[in-house]
């Protein structure tokens, strides 16, 4: 019972993590005015308006909800007997800045 609830805390704290990357990187674009990748204007990005193939949806769900799935499996590795407070915390940490590097790049370099 322990490590499904320290799974589900870890994934609760990735979503979190991954909305608040989010929030933050939709605000970038008005701080930064830096695009490294060029766009073809003739192109549409967008997913409603446009019809793309199954695996760009399938991409774009493992993007947003894949760093939350890893999460979740480092929360139920870390339910092992013999892993610290501590040791949480800093995997937990770690997670974290690597999930809003992951999103925080995404929008700067698009």
Same mark, same amino acid.
């Given at each position: 019972?322990?490590?499904?609830? @320290?799974?589900?805390?870890?994934?609760?704290?990735?979503?979190?993590?991954?909305?608040?990357?989010?929030?933050?990187?939709?605000? @970038?674009?008005?701080?930064?005015?830096?695009? @490294?990748?060029?766009?073809?204007?003739?192109?549409?990005?967008?997913?409603?308006?446009?019809?793309?193939?199954?695996? $760009?949806?399938?991409?774009?769900?493992?993007?947003?909800?894949?760093?939350?799935?890893?999460?979740?499996?480092?929360?139920?590795?870390?339910?092992?007997?013999?892993?610290?407070?501590?040791?949480?915390?800093?995997?937990?940490?770690?997670?974290? $800045?690597?999930?809003?590097?992951?999103?925080?790049?995404?929008?700067?370099?698009?």
């Amino acid at each position: 019972m322990k490590r499904i609830g @320290l799974s589900v805390g870890f994934l609760i704290a990735g979503l979190l993590t991954s909305w608040a990357a989010t929030v933050a990187g939709s605000h @970038l674009p008005f701080w930064f005015h830096v695009k @490294l990748l060029r766009h073809d204007s003739s192109a549409c990005y967008e997913i409603g308006p446009c019809s793309v193939s199954w695996w $760009v949806t399938a991409a774009l769900v493992a993007y947003l909800l894949g760093p939350s799935f890893i999460f979740m499996v480092t929360g139920w590795l870390s339910a092992k007997p013999g892993v610290t407070t501590s040791k949480k915390l800093s995997r937990l940490l770690l997670l974290a $800045v690597f999930t809003f590097v992951l999103y925080l790049l995404g929008y700067v370099i698009s």
